[in-house]
């Protein structure tokens, strides 16, 4: 199971920390991701990371901006978002999965429920 947390209104140029706790798995064996869907828009991956913390991938959007993070002791991957865009604006979900690498929501087979980031100009 997986709880994102920490979204909210931000104004542009903002900063914000999401965190996402996972519990009835042995999280460190899974690459986890951040995702978003803006409303009317598909969602889109956001960033990966490896199990022990390597392994990253971004979305060019979201590039030098965000930083996806993990702290297996405490069951958790967060994503800082800095420099926060009126078009960072979405909810964003957290989800896992069991492969060595992935970063498209189709790899990824565990999902939490979205927390929504509402970035103003």
């Known amino acids: 199971q997986l709880q994102a947390s920490g979204g909210g209104l931000v104004q542009a140029g903002g900063s914000l920390r999401l965190a996402c706790a996972a519990s009835g798995r042995t999280f460190s064996s899974y690459r986890m991701g951040w995702f978003r869907q803006a409303p009317g828009k598909e969602r889109e991956s956001v960033a990966a990371?490896?199990?022990?913390?390597?392994?990253?991938a971004y979305a060019d959007s979201v590039k030098g901006r965000f930083t996806i993070s993990r702290d297996n002791a405490k069951n958790t991957v967060y994503l800082q978002m800095n420099s926060l865009k009126p078009e960072d604006t979405a909810v964003y979900y957290c989800a896992a999965s069991p492969a060595s690498w992935a970063f498209h929501a189709t790899d990824f087979d565990s999902w939490g429920q979205g927390t929504l980031v509402t970035v103003s100009s």
């Open positions: 990371i490896g199990w022990r913390g390597g392994s990253t």
